[in-house]
């Protein structure tokens, strides 16, 4: 298997980061402008890929950055998104479930209202946005990457895998409530994003099925997010409605704890998964250096 070498490599790079700035760029002002949810959320999936470029650039070149954390610029961008997107998919969860009652037309209600707050919130964090903050970032990828080479490449790749995966371990072995797990679920992005660039510098075949393991787990972890986000919402809807109108919503608690039962499951079926990611990682170094990959 050929592989790219010195500036090819370096340039392979940064046309990678340029084209996650560039669908950044486009979906951000298109969700500026339209407003959509899926707009806005697509602008969120991109600056996830790029949060995780931006740690491995700085393990690349540790004087990249003008700021320590230059995912400062993008917080409020990201953050309001974050919210849109959880009530969107608060809204659809109850949509595909099928239940049908009055009580939760009420916290229907309740969450479109929210949404609107939100969008309002996300558009002000657009105007704020520093783009030529992001220029700058821009400019010191491309001048990081002239002169990288392939090896280079590797070795901060399995260094960047290797802090990501213990962080993910450590998580693991100090608590499986939800708090750690939200927190592994974003370790899992950032390895999933350098190893979707690792796998298309086709470095090695291994990244395939370590890209696989990636995705089945992503899906499950997905899966539980999505019933925990849900289930916290409920649960702050109901204390917050009881408290205001001295009401008890029975089918509401019935929902909640449906929901967090199904959350509990997934979690059993996460842990495995987890473990598979974990080993597969583990191995890699040792198998490129014994020639197999």
């Known amino acids: ?67 320590e954390e230059p995912e400062k610029i993008f917080r409020d961008v990201f953050e309001s998104a974050g919210k849109i997107r959880e009530i969107q998919m608060n809204l659809l969860y109850i949509e595909n479930s099928g239940w049908n009652h009055p009580e939760l037309d009420l916290f229907i209600h309740y969450l479109k209202n929210n949404s609107g707050k939100e969008i309002k919130t996300f558009i002000r964090s657009i105007i704020k946005f520093d783009e030529k903050y992001l220029n700058q970032i821009r400019k010191s990828i491309r001048k990081s990457c002239r002169e990288i080479k392939i090896e280079k490449i590797i070795d901060k790749s399995d260094d960047f895998f290797q802090l990501h995966s213990a962080t993910i371990r450590k998580l693991k072995s100090e608590s499986v409530e939800t708090e750690n797990i939200h927190k592994i679920r974003k370790e899992m992005k950032k390895i999933s994003a350098v190893a979707d660039l690792l796998n298309q510098l086709r470095v090695d075949e291994f990244m395939e099925k370590l890209i696989s393991a990636l ?22 809807f109901i204390k917050e409605y009881e408290s205001k109108h001295k009401r008890t919503f029975h089918e509401l608690e019935r929902v909640n704890k449906v929901v967090y039962e199904e959350a509990e499951t997934l979690l059993i079926k996460m842990l495995p998964a987890l473990d598979n990611v974990v080993i597969l990682i583990a191995e890699i170094p040792f198998l490129r250096k014994a020639g197999k990959i």
Do not use: C
Not at 6 to 19: A, I, P, S, V, W
Not at 220 to 231: P, S
């Open 1 to 67: 298997m050929s592989k790219p070498h010195g500036t090819k490599t370096g340039d392979f790079l940064y046309h990678y980061f340029q084209k996650r700035n560039a669908s950044f760029r486009l979906n951000i002002n298109k969700a500026g402008i339209t407003v959509e949810e899926d707009d806005i959320h697509k602008s969120r999936v991109d600056l996830k890929k790029l949060f995780a470029l931006f740690g491995f650039f700085e393990m690349i070149d540790t004087d990249l950055f003008i700021l």
């Open 215 to 236: 995705n089945q787990t992503e899906l499950i972890i997905g899966e539980w997010h999505d019933r925990i986000i849900f289930h916290h919402s409920l649960d702050t």
